[in-house]
């Protein structure tokens, strides 16, 4: 919104100030408010954004997210033979 508004300004207002487009000057805008908005305020706790996630992954692919890889269990074939000696 605030890029939108900055452009309008830009454009129907003040007709491109220091000879930049008014489209670059509602990218300069958005980007200080999302950096501002970023870096201002506390990220949420890890609990709430797995729940988010969760609920996320469910309404794109209709399940629930997958569960972490476990260890995969060790092949025969590739273990360590006894005195050292390979396969």
Known sequence: MV???????TFAVWRFPLGLHNTLWGLLAGGVVFLVLAYGTAPLPYQQQARFHGLLAEAIAGARPPAPPR???????????PGGAGP
């Not at 890029?3 to 300004?9: D, E, Q």
């Not at 260890?71 to 033979?81: F, K, M, N, V, Y």
């Open 3 to 9: 890029g939108g508004l900055v452009a309008f300004l």
């Open 71 to 81: 260890e995969a269990p060790a092949t025969p074939g590739l273990q360590p033979q």
